[in-house]
């Protein structure tokens, strides 16, 4: 797929988690703490909530509410265009078919708000790791679709540095 001779190579492609990614990959120990979709207060959106927080940070405050919706409706028919892949579920055949419509042979992929519920220096240690190990193995599951095309990305979470280790040893 080289234009004009060159490979084209995204170095920041990121995915769009699927709202059941924790709950399929997440260890079973931790499964009921499990982040989810949950439809913001005050508001027509969703975000991410876990131990009771609503990620991004802030998403839920309802001065920010009406920007959510209003952003929504200004852009909804701007992002029609995501419609199949988003009943795709953004899958990695949804990814190659985009990246085919841009000339892109090979991505490298990261997290999106995924890595805000991670990065919440309030979790559990233990839970977070589990947390980016869930992610971790959902994103190499995801490109082992195409190998030599999709690449992954870790998420590490700091909050013990040991378990990072642990986890980028993996």
Known sequence: MAKQGFRIIDSDMHVIEPHDLWLEYLEPRHRERAPQLAPIPGGSTFAWRCEGR???????DPRRAPLNRARYDQRHEKFRRFDEAMAQRFDAKSQLDAMDVE??????????????????????????????????RWLADRAREAPERIKATAVLALHDVALAVQEAEF
């Open 103 to 136: 000339g892109i042979d090979v991505a490298v992929t990261f997290r999106t708000i995924g890595s805000h519920v991670i990065a919440d220096d309030a979790l559990d240690p233990e839970f977070a790791a589990s947390l980016c190990r869930a992610f971790n």
């Open 54 to 60: 609503f990620y991004p940070a802030f998403s839920d």
